[in-house]
């Protein structure tokens, strides 16, 4: 931060509320560094995936260093720092959904949505994913998009899900008060 | 901690409750292995080498972690123990190249010898191996993903030891990768961007992180290893020289601290670790260069160069007496040069114009303490201090070790350092209070201590000892008030900042015009009666030499390893008139205007002693070698004899069989009996052989300068010994500070990270070094800037 910027409120890249969130959640724990893991997961949500700048701005909220943010955050399968599709697709391939038939709804999707593991269509909606076990065991295969899961699949069911999430943009694209994420 | 009584491996050992049981074995001379237990640093339990059994405990226990207590019983090798670390040897070479033939560890590598010890060097895996190419952080750092065991030595190193932060690990498990700070982009690679101390590749076990200055050079038992002296600043760090045989000598590859001696244990900062390789700059000096008649410096031979410069020394001394000589000596040779310039000047030119460049103030230093000893501390008592008050400078810049010690005090023993500085520094980070000198300076320290009004005096006042560390912000006067503040109270000792690798050395030889060996004055009666032809009255400073020089009144000077036409800006033309010798490594501004230079050995391939800031004495060891140049001490003794004199009355060798009646009217001190002689005598130690031996010298230095009284035990063996100006009391000639010294001829060098003076320019590893963090600091302006 140069003096000059330093006396002005900075500049952030994130929503006046998320924003004010995080001035919350920083004083909150006896050492600020505590917030680390709770802002990286909302800054993601928000973002959609911990950029340069998402990195070097929660460093100055928890002033440590954005190297011991990376440290902290390159730990965790579930943070990204590649932006993901709107909807991102997690299937899990662990044993339990293995052997109740996962490859093939991974399979199913990859056909229909023209991408592999870690691949974002182009349109930017989707996204896919390979995943560990997401805890879904008893209904397996189970996939999760976002924070929805979607469980006792087969691959026939595979174009539908993805057709219901195409129908929810069209929706909130057409009633505008409805436009505001409520799924993230 | 009481003291607790445990048993291992069937052997009863004692030691303070707590302590880990890895150090406790270790100092029995029980070796357990360990790739992450570092000491000194957090602990880690990262690497697994370091299980032993204990009794009653179900399965292994980590020895880096476990602390003895009373009655516990433990067993450090066993097949069951054996097999375990053979285990984990496996895992850890499961990625691992086993191209240990290239390697620049292969030979000091823990993890081969661990392997050799444990076996598993065959592996089970099938799976083909990570690989990665290897990346340049920085001119001096190299990192080989492949050959890292994850151990996370140099994140500690560079966290805790240096406070820099500048390394991380991203990643998990068999992916985790240790990474620098400054992250790549599509236009170049990662970036290290820190002070390039070097102390991440000292400390990795094996040969992930390499040195750009060694890397590939050369085998560790291809090298000689010679421990001796740092020769950039004034902390004095030990070094250990790895030497190897070259075309013409030897040459240094590599400088580290391993074996952990002195009073820097394993710490070297980028100067010292990397900041030697001007002793092989192409421009160094390797022939004695005299003016010819058109005026040109033309290679000679050493016995042409010394017949021209005695030749004209003698005629001038003898024409226009020793007055019109001046002598300008050295901040980085050694006491015995130091001492034998100033007996060179004042019984064989016979002038007190003798001077050398000055960093600070260590004239009045002593003089303020007269009378007083046990008031100046030692790096070892501030490595240990309980409070330290830090008055000005920049330790982390121009005093690493000093940074570095403070540091390690206060993570280690929760020392408290109190910071009083006009500007921000960043060794406050650890200061338990700061005062601000911003508005007042340094003048209105004391009074800002006494009033007791602000926390930092009151907790000032409160330590029961302390020690007071300032530099050249104090000079004369100023130097004399702080210290007469922390006289008054009870356990207050000082130490005083000066810049090169022997500028206390120089000032405690009496490098100075008013001042003999010892800061004794030459107007002392008495002083020194053993020299011939003493001049009693004080000479020229190095500024007056030069006012005279340009006045046409100085015949010649002679400058040993000074730059004083760089140093004092001068314009070169007033030296014209004088006949100007220079002995320098390098053909600096200075020497370019010699009519007769000559090569002179550089620290590193001498041996001697020198006197850190501190007035810690250690010894200095030969290790490189120059073909075509000679150590000062050598050229003077030349010097000496080419102008007819004696040699055996300036440097004391040889047996001279005068050693008298010792008998009560006519013994030692009656004048009649070899005084240097019956000193060795009563010391029990030999005459010297050589009229080259340094060591005849440090006996004289012995013998007549107050303060220098060696252990010599110590010395030898290569530890740091502690000495005070003991400057004699009023009684002798007592001179008061003010009157004594010009605060304006001192000219601190505010030496940074990378640079060094004269030798710092001819480094091309710390120009490099110096490049990267500029091109860094650009960057990161550029990017904050672009933030904007």
């Known amino acids: ?184 | 901690m009481p003291d607790v009584t445990f048993t291992v491996d069937g052997k009863k050992l004692t030691a303070p409750a707590g302590t880990l049981l890895i150090d406790a074995c270790r100092k029995a001379g029980i070796e357990i292995p360990a790739f992450c237990y570092y000491p000194g640093l957090s602990l880690q339990a990262a690497c697994r080498m370091c299980v032993v059994r204990q009794e009653k405990v179900p399965k292994l226990q980590t020895a880096c972690t476990t602390t003895v207590a009373e009655g516990q019983v433990f067993i450090t090798e066993s097949p069951e123990i054996a097999q375990a670390r053979k285990a984990t040897i496996e895992l850890l070479l499961g990625n691992h190249p086993l191209d240990c033939p290239v390697c620049d560890a292969g030979g000091e590598c823990e993890l081969q010898d661990m392997t050799f010890k444990y076996g598993a060097g065959e592996s089970q895996f099938v799976e083909v191996k990570h690989h990665r190419d290897e990346q340049q952080w920085s001119p001096a750092v190299f990192y080989d993903r492949p050959r890292c065991i994850l151990c996370y030595r140099c994140i500690r190193m560079c966290g805790e030891g240096m406070d820099v932060w500048a390394l991380g690990i991203h990643n998990r498990a068999a992916d985790s990768v240790i990474v620098p700070n400054v992250l790549g982009t599509e236009r170049g690679g990662q970036q290290l961007d820190c002070e390039q101390c070097g102390m991440c590749i000292d400390v990795c076990p094996v040969g992930a992180l390499t040195s750009g200055s060694y890397r590939y050079k050369t085998r560790p038992w291809e090298m000689n290893h010679v421990s001796t002296v740092c020769t950039h600043c004034s902390d004095g760090c030990k070094v250990t020289l790895g030497v190897r045989q070259a075309n013409d000598g030897s040459e240094i590859v590599r400088a580290d601290n391993r074996d952990k001696s002195g009073i820097n244990g394993d710490f070297l900062c980028a100067k010292g670790r990397f900041g030697f390789d001007f002793v092989e700059s192409p421009d160094r000096l390797t022939q004695p260069l005299v003016r010819n008649a058109r005026g040109r410096l033309e290679p000679a031979t050493w016995e042409h160069a010394i017949r021209v410069a005695t030749g004209k020394l003698k005629e001038i001394r003898d024409t226009r007496g020793g007055n019109a000589i001046g002598v300008v000596g050295s901040n980085r040779t050694t006491n015995e040069e130091n001492y034998l310039l100033q007996k060179f000047a004042r019984t064989v030119i016979g002038t007190n114009n003798i001077d050398h460049e000055r960093t600070t103030d260590y004239a009045s230093f002593a003089r303020a303490l007269a009378g007083h000893t046990g008031k100046t501390a030692s790096l070892r008592d501030i490595a240990q201090a309980c409070a330290v008050l830090l008055v000005g400078g920049s330790p982390t810049d121009e005093h690493p070790l000093l940074a570095w010690l403070l540091r390690t005090n206060v993570r280690l023993n929760r020392a408290r350092l109190y910071i009083a500085n006009s500007k921000t520094i960043k060794l406050a980070r650890q200061a338990k209070a700061t005062l601000d000198l911003r508005r007042g300076g340094y003048d209105k320290l004391i009074t800002s201590l006494d009033s007791g009004r602000t926390e930092f005096s009151k907790a000032i006042f409160a330590e029961e000892s302390l020690i007071v560390i300032f530099g050249e912000e104090f000079r004369g006067p100023a130097v004399e008030n702080l210290i007469a503040w922390g006289l008054k109270r009870d356990n207050v000792r000082f130490a005083y900042l000066g810049d090169h690798s022997n500028s206390r050395g120089a000032a405690d030889m009496g490098l100075f015009p008013d001042l003999l060996p010892g800061y004794i004055p030459v107007t002392a009666p008495g002083a020194f009666a053993e020299y011939p032809n003493l001049p009693a009255a004080p000479g020229n400073s190095l500024p007056q030499m030069l006012d005279a020089a340009a006045a046409g009144d100085l015949g010649a000077l002679l400058v040993v390893g000074a730059n004083p036409v760089s140093h004092a800006k001068l314009d070169p033309s007033i030296l014209q008139h004088t006949f100007l010798i220079v002995q320098d490594l390098f053909l600096t501004e200075t020497a370019a205007l010699a009519d007769v230079v000559l090569p002179a050995a550089s620290l590193y391939e001498k041996s001697g002693t020198v006197t850190n800031t501190f007035g810690d004495i250690q010894i200095v060891r030969k290790a490189a070698d120059r073909a075509g140049v000679k150590p000062d001490f050598e050229i003077l003794v030349r010097l000496a004899g080419g102008m007819g004199i004696d040699v055996s009355t300036l440097v004391p060798f040889g047996k001279r069989g005068t050693t008298g009646d010792l008998g009560q009217s006519r013994g030692a001190q009656s004048g009649e009996a070899d005084r240097h002689s019956v000193w060795l005598e009563a010391n029990g130690l030999e005459p010297k052989l050589s009229p080259f031996d340094p060591l005849a010298a440090l006996d004289e230095i012995e013998r007549l300068v107050p303060g220098y009284t060696l252990d010599r035990v110590n010395l030898f063996a290569g530890n740091d010994v502690h000495t005070e100006p003991a400057s004699p009391g009023p009684e002798s000639g007592f001179v008061p500070v003010s009157a004594l010294t010009a605060p304006e001829l001192v000219v601190p060098a505010h030496d940074t990270l990378f640079t060094s003076g004269a030798l710092g320019r001819y480094s091309r590893a710390l120009g490099q070094l110096e490049q990267h963090q500029a091109n860094e600091l650009a960057k990161s302006e550029l990017a904050k800037s672009a933030a904007d």
């Not at chain 1, 991102?88 to 109740?100: A, E, G």
């Open chain 1, 1 to 184: 931060m140069s003096p000059k910027k330093a006396k002005s409120e900075p500049a952030t890249v994130f929503s006046p509320e998320l924003a004010a969130r995080f001035d919350a959640l920083v004083k909150k724990y006896p050492v600020s560094r505590s917030a680390l893991i709770p802002m990286l997961l909302y800054a993601q949500d928000e973002v959609g995936y911990l950029s340069n700048a998402v990195v070097a701005e929660i460093a100055r909220r928890i002033e440590i260093t954005e190297l011991e943010v990376r440290n902290v955050a390159t730990y965790y399968s579930m943070l990204r720092f590649k932006a993901a599709g709107k909807y991102n697709i997690q299937v899990c391939t662990n044993i339990s959904c293995m052997l109740r038939g996962a490859y093939e709804v991974y399979e199913r999707f990859r056909e229909e949505l023209g991408v592999g593991s870690d691949g974002v269509t182009a349109d930017g909606l989707f996204s896919l994913e390979e995943v560990e076990c997401i805890g879904a065991c008893c209904w397996a295969p189970a996939i999760q998009v976002n924070y929805e899961f979607h469980d006792e699949l087969k691959p026939d069911l595979v174009p539908g899900i993805i057709g219901a999430y195409r129908q929810r943009i069209e929706d909130r694209a057409q009633d505008p008060f409805q436009n505001k994420e409520k799924d993230a």
